[in-house]
């Protein structure tokens, strides 16, 4: 009976998400959903580190409770990532982005002078905003606008980007004294830990072993928790990092959903605030449109033209998420570059999602578990992670876009001999990383493509959208000027 039950379940879950015609298995991709959770579960701590000012000196009292924002956190994600998984079948996670949170904490309410209530509540119109532009179809017809080139390159500046926050967090990379960064000191234990990790990692990848990144997850982990019990917890000193929690289960704090307001309108102005619905719109949407892009080309979801079919419904997921993220004080929830760890592992529909959106859940009440991974755990996975996105420039030459030539020969990347295509793609791939910024690096290629089609007086070439989408980047990136120098902004 137990053998036939678990049959019918395997093929309600194969109707329902098709693991054979995705190429994948339940395993697989269960094992891959683990793999994203464990990869971007520390949102689970840092959102509710910056939106209490835990450790900011002059802010303390002024914050979220901690408690509040980590069970809205974990709240968010789980529901958001499992209808994104069973509403897309695609192997997508969202959480409250990190980024969007600081501005709230930091410019909003810090610098600004804002109440988080009146802070969220600008959270929420943004993803309002959003969402009527995915029920429009204009945000679709975006995306769809951008020259091919460009989307790889977006792909491409994504992993190096997720492989900067491995080598950074890990401490593999650190801030130079001469340099903006340097090799980190190769004589302290987490990074031995982190190279012993990669080591592992790579190791199993090497063997063609599935759960790669998993295990070395894992492995690290339980490494970093021996080395921190022999040197009497001295080797990781983070509160709860590389070591057994001393209680596991906590209460949840609902306290903060609903609690938002539009007091904005009156504190800042009207025309202020809507320029910051405008900056944080910005922001989100084209956060969403990188990874979308970057993580669907690895899964194979992207199409010959570089568009992901079904596309409005992974956005109006996102769009919904970003208000549910302002609705309960969490920021604005969007789908996280992250997610590329889950297909990296072999990941490749919903189910990915659903396991990775559940194991949020139980975090409510045992939150303090998965703070036991420390930061030069995941590395090895981001590492991995951003390598399989910068391949993606490197394709065979029969997945070429159809008349792409060079001296004869079809081109199966981005060819960065023609200005107008190799120096915004350089520029997006460039800026994303140095900046810590997806929308940054994405706005700078987008301008810098506009203006040079425009100066080549190929005018034709540049599809309207383009226009538009340059033009806000541009005020978008002027927006700080504006209101420095401008009295009515």
């Known amino acids: 009976m137990a053998t036939m039950a678990a049959e019918v379940r395997g093929s309600a879950l194969e109707r329902r998400f098709r693991f054979a015609e995705q190429g994948t298995t339940l395993a697989r991709d269960t094992m891959a959903g683990v793999t994203t959770f464990i990869v971007m579960s520390y949102i689970i701590f840092l959102n509710p580190i910056i939106l209490s000012f835990t450790g900011v000196k002059g802010l303390e009292g002024k914050g979220l409770p901690f408690n ?85 390159a977006i792909a491409i500046g994504i992993g190096l980007f997720i492989a900067f926050i491995g080598l950074f967090d890990s401490g593999l990379v650190a801030r130079g004294t001469g340099t903006p960064v340097t090799l980190g000191s190769f004589t302290t234990w987490p990074i031995l830990v982190t190279i012993v990790g990669l080591v592992i990692t790579i190791g199993l990848r090497a063997r063609g072993f599935r759960g790669d990144l998993l295990v070395g997850i894992i492995g690290t982990t339980i490494i970093a928790t021996l080395i921190n019990w022999g040197t009497n917890y001295t080797a990781f000193t983070t509160p709860g990092v590389a070591r057994w929690p001393s209680k596991i289960v906590d209460s949840p704090n609902w306290s903060l959903f609903g609690n938002f307001n539009f007091d904005a309108f009156s504190k800042l102005g009207v025309i202020s605030a809507l320029v910051w619905v405008f900056a944080l719109f910005l922001s989100d949407f084209f956060d969403t449109m990188g990874t979308l892009v970057g993580v669907g080309k690895q899964a194979g ?14 956005l109006l997921v996102d769009s919904l998420a970003a208000m549910a993220g302002g609705a ?16 990296g592992a072999g990941g490749r529909t919903g189910w990915v999602a ?61 060819d960065f001999h023609d200005l107008a295509i190799g120096l915004p793609a ?22 810098a493509y506009t203006l040079i089609r425009a100066a080549g007086g190929e005018w034709r070439k540049i599809h309207p959208l383009m226009w538009a989408v340059s033009a806000a980047f541009t005020l978008y990136f002027f927006v700080p000027l504006l209101q420095t120098h401008v009295s009515w902004i």
């Open 426 to 447: 350089a520029l997006v791939i460039i800026i994303m990383p140095l900046t810590y910024s997806i929308t940054n690096g994405i706005g700078f290629g987008f301008i």
């Open 68 to 152: 509040g924002v980590l069970t809205a956190t974990c709240v968010v994600a789980g529901v958001m990532t499992i209808i994104m998984g069973l509403y897309t079948n695609r192997a997508y996670a969202i959480a409250p982005g990190l980024g969007l949170n600081a501005v709230v904490a930091f410019q909003l309410v810090a610098t600004e002078g804002l109440s988080f209530p009146a802070a969220m509540g600008l959270i929420l119109l943004e993803g309002a905003v959003v969402t009527v532009f995915v029920l429009t179809g204009l945000r679709e017809q975006v995306m769809r606008a951008i020259p091919l080139e460009l989307k790889k």
């Open 301 to 314: 979801y992207l199409d010959k033209n570089g568009d992901l079919p079904d596309m409005k419904k992974p």
């Open 328 to 343: 309960s004080s969490t920021s604005s929830a969007t789908t996280y570059i992250e997610s590329g760890a889950g297909v």
């Open 354 to 414: 659903v396991i990775a959106g559940a194991l949020f859940l139980p975090f409510i009440f045992i939150a303090p578990l998965i703070g036991m991974v420390p930061a030069q755990a995941t590395a090895a996975a981001l590492i991995i992670v951003g390598y399989l996105m910068i391949s993606s420039l490197t394709e065979a030459e029969e997945d070429a876009e159809p008349g792409t030539k060079a001296g004869g020969i079809r081109l199966a990347g981005i």
